[in-house]
């Protein structure tokens, strides 16, 4: 067991969003004053990782996000993602087959009630697919029971008004089955929200449950309205389509989302017995509810899953309790739960000798309102936690580059990187003064490509492309850096570099060149 270190800590900063693209045009760190960043491509070694995905688990072509990147990054081994699994267990129709399925099709058969399935319609696959939801509509309409979808539009992990021709292309579908009808529809701004932004939760919850909300003869015409008034797919109001009552006691409800993070309090408020964040707030008495994956532990107690979690064992949080050492988490609320719950590969647990530090997000409606976020609070609790050389490993992140680009504000999105490079500077200065070791990387590119380039519209999706890892005072030890890497690598890499053996179960491969 090791417990004393030579060289501490040894810090992995993730600069979400921040990826490599070389071309200057629409790219806002190319375009923005980081004398750091560009200080560090000089003085440092670096080398080119891949983020998006089978270098992810992600299908072939299909990008990276947050929750996949720091969840192979913390496992140190590629980590199969629930959107391949999910969709071959529809193709091979193994969902049609699980307990939860069948239970709750024989409980809506036996006592006449409707199914409201809800979930992101697009194909964007970071939280959802559309062809997942048709899946589950396909399931109760073969069965015969009446059918509501509850459509939250994307525009994020999407182009921004792409939320019309994916509707229309569900309708397409579900008009070939009987009984089943999109009731609602509103953008993931309310029905996704992950910030504890209740108001906007409960226009959401409204239209869902009765269903209150303006009424719309069709979705297109809904859809068409909204972006009228100049609000595209994400911020959407919840509105009801005609013919939509609400939701009954005695109906089933299935929240179609994988990704757990935006489906939590959409579902606690609507099945947590005593919850109490949103006035006058009908409790409908479900025969069942359920979940594509496991949202929390908590969520557990009031919904069934179709796909529990497959646990990984000897990922990088573990290793480092093993040998009796101290490790910190350090993120704002929008990626918190990215260095805490999905860096230790889905578990809510903290371990023995693990500090969490989670810095208030600014509460703005969009960040390109306050670009900075709460970067300049995350660094100062940073630099203390360095210079306190009271931790072993540090993993934090820095959330500007992707929810400020996810807003499509070019201006924003180079404020927002050049305070993440004051941060970065600040980050260096702290642990040259203690001799650390520094990898400033990223979990997926996002802010380098601002406008589509064909055509010409805001680009807020992430992108497939590479990120740097670039090793800050890391030793004449990692001066040679092998290419080819990907995310999968960047703990390898940390263990090599603290002298500690890395178990067989973690397949990457560190960069450091042998």
Not at 21 to 34: F, L, M, P, T, Y
Not at 140 to 152: C, D, F, P, R
Not at 311 to 319: D, M, P, S, V, W
Request: aromatic share 8%; net charge negative.
């Amino acid at each position: 067991m090791t417990n004393k270190l030579a060289k501490r800590p040894t810090v992995l900063c993730i600069l979400d969003g921040w990826g490599y693209r070389e071309d200057a045009n629409d790219n806002a760190i190319k375009n923005a004053n980081v004398p750091n960043w560009n200080r560090f491509l000089k003085e440092y070694p670096y080398t080119l990782i891949e983020t998006s995905g089978e270098d992810v688990g992600l299908p072939d072509g299909q990008m990276g996000n947050s929750e996949v990147g720091h969840m192979n990054i913390g496992a140190g081994r590629i980590v199969m993602q629930e959107l391949p699994r999910i969709s071959k267990a529809f193709k091979t129709h193994e969902v049609e087959q699980k307990q939860v399925m069948i239970d709750l099709v024989n409980k809506l058969k036996q006592n006449g009630g409707a199914c409201h399935i809800a979930g992101l319609m697009s194909d964007g696959g970071v939280h959802s697919h559309q062809d997942h939801i048709l899946g589950l509509c396909e399931i109760m309409s073969k069965n015969g029971i009446k059918t509501y979808v509850h459509a939250l539009l994307d525009g994020r992990d999407t182009p921004p008004q792409s939320g019309i021709d994916y509707v229309a292309a569900f309708e397409k579908e579900i008009a070939k089955l009987n009984g089943v009808m999109i009731a609602t529809v509103g953008g993931r701004y309310y029905g996704m929200d992950r910030d504890n932004r209740w108001e906007r939760v409960e226009l959401a919850l409204k239209a869902l449950i009765d269903a209150k909300g303006e009424v719309f003869e069709n979705s297109n015409t809904l859809i068409e309205t909204s972006y009228a008034n100049s609000k595209n797919d994400e911020f959407v109001i919840p509105a009801i389509i005609k013919g939509y009552q609400g939701m009954k006691d005695g109906d089933g409800f299935i929240m179609a989302n994988f990704r757990s993070d935006r489906a939590r309090e959409l579902t606690r408020a609507l099945l947590e017995p005593s919850f109490d964040k949103v006035a006058d707030l009908r409790k409908v008495k479900f025969v069942d509810a359920i979940a594509m994956t496991e949202y929390s532990v908590e969520h557990n107690a009031w919904m069934k899953v179709i796909f529990p979690p497959e646990r990984l064992t000897k990922i990088y949080g573990e290793i480092i309790v093993q040998n009796g050492l101290k490790q910190l988490r350090i993120a704002e609320t929008e990626k918190y739960a990215h260095v805490t719950f999905f860096f230790n590969g889905g578990e809510e647990a903290v371990y023995e000798g693990e500090d969490r530090i989670l810095i208030p997000s600014p509460k703005v409606a969009t960040y390109d309102l306050k670009p900075e976020m709460s970067a300049f609070e995350v660094i100062e609790k940073l630099e203390e936690a360095v210079l306190s050389e009271k931790y072993d490993t540090i993993i934090v992140n820095f959330a500007n580059g992707d929810m400020v680009g996810h807003t499509g504000m070019m201006d924003a999105a180079i404020k927002a990187v050049e305070a993440v490079d004051q941060c970065i500077g600040r980050l260096e200065k702290a642990i040259l003064k203690v001799n650390g070791n520094l990898i400033v990387t990223a979990d997926h590119g996002n802010c380098e490509l601002m406008k589509d380039q064909v055509t010409g519209k805001p680009y807020t999706a992430h992108t497939v492309g590479k990120v740097y890892a670039v090793m800050v005072n890391c030793g004449e030890k990692a001066k040679n850096l092998r290419e080819l890497g990907r995310l999968a690598d960047l703990t390898p890499t940390m263990l090599d570099l603290m002298g500690i053996a890395q178990p067989a179960e973690m397949t990457g491969v560190s960069l450091i060149k042998k």
